[in-house]
């Protein structure tokens, strides 16, 4: 019936939003009988033995997943065979600008905010012969529509911008979003679950996975976990990783059940959350997180356990 996953970069420890997400994706994909695979995005900001750490936090909130844990390290032929597919349709084009130069066009009069504006698109062989000499170039894709339509279990309808993304990064490395929509294709992924900051890339993902002839994922983005500030959560804001928790005499199971109330879930087990869960009736607010017991009991604002 098709597959969700999750897919962590192993740039460190997994702080408590990191695995509320992870027990999200869990439970979409467990009630409605997909598999759960583990995916490992590990083509930049990998960090020595952070997968291993992270794995292990996974499992011992009580996470369990379906077949082996794959690495997008070692998967660069997939990635490869992708672009040579679109490289052979000529929907890539060589871009030489610098984010300066991307940030000063996109604050130009009439530039739609965060969209590319076609700067090296329409470029000579002269003109791309003359700027290889001064940097390396990634590779962009040309797209044929502005924007594109999604459906989010939680949003609904979500129509985005696209613009001619980048595929290949100039220093080689496949772009995040090549990497996930041809490892979502190639996986049978058919629903993705993850943080709702990722929303505005699911247009861009969608119509890539339609050219390459993948179905389109359904999508759930979910509400982040904050500070008090209400700025994302980050391991800067106190006791938030399984390991900091412990130092504070509060287990694994414990940094569950904080996650699963935050959720309105009962705290017993995963399969008690299981039995409960009902995306319909999952808070639309962020969770926001705090080691200040004066900052308790505000509604929303959830912190350490009584």
């Known amino acids: ?22 027990i999200l994706a869990w439970l979409f994909a467990r009630s409605s009988e997909r598999a759960f695979l583990m995916r490992v995005e590990d083509l930049d900001r990998a960090r020595a033995g952070s997968e291993e750490l992270q794995l292990a936090d996974l499992a011992a909130i009580g996470l369990s997943w379906d077949g082996d844990v794959v690495r997008q390290s070692e998967r660069s032929g997939h990635y490869a065979g992708a ?10 084009y060589e871009c030489f600008c ?74 080689g490395v496949p772009a995040y979003n090549l990497a996930v929509v041809v490892d979502d294709g190639l996986q049978g992924i058919d629903q993705v679950v993850r943080g709702d900051d990722l929303l505005s890339s699911a247009p861009r993902q969608a119509y890539l996975a339609q050219l390459l002839g993948y179905g389109i994922p359904g999508y759930a983005h979910v509400p982040l976990a904050l500070n008090s500030h209400g700025k994302r959560l980050a391991k800067r804001d106190g006791a938030v990783t399984l390991a900091q928790l412990a130092v ?26 299981l039995d409960a869960f009902e995306p319909t009736s999952l808070p639309t607010d962020p969770w926001v997180f705090t080691t200040d017991p004066n900052a308790l009991g505000t509604g929303k604002t959830i912190g350490w356990p009584s």
């Open 98 to 171: 610098t984010r300066r130069d991307i940030a000063e066009a996109a604050s130009a009069p009439h530039a739609a905010p965060g969209t590319y504006p076609g700067t090296c698109r329409n470029l000579t062989g002269t003109e791309r012969a003359a700027k290889r000499e001064l940097r390396p170039a990634a590779l962009r894709l040309r797209t044929e529509v502005g924007s594109f339509a999604v459906a989010d279990q939680l949003h609904g309808t979500y129509t985005g911008a696209v613009d001619d993304f980048v595929v290949l990064r100039n220093d």
């Open 248 to 273: 504070l005499g509060i287990d694994a199971d414990g940094a569950r059940s904080m996650i699963l109330a935050s959720l309105g879930l009962p705290t017993a087990s995963l399969d008690a959350a």
């Open 83 to 92: 672009l040579d597919e679109l490289r052979d349709r000529e929907m890539l």
């Open 1 to 22: 019936m098709g597959a969700g996953r999750f897919a962590p970069s192993p740039s460190g420890d997994l702080h408590l939003g990191n695995l509320r997400t992870a």
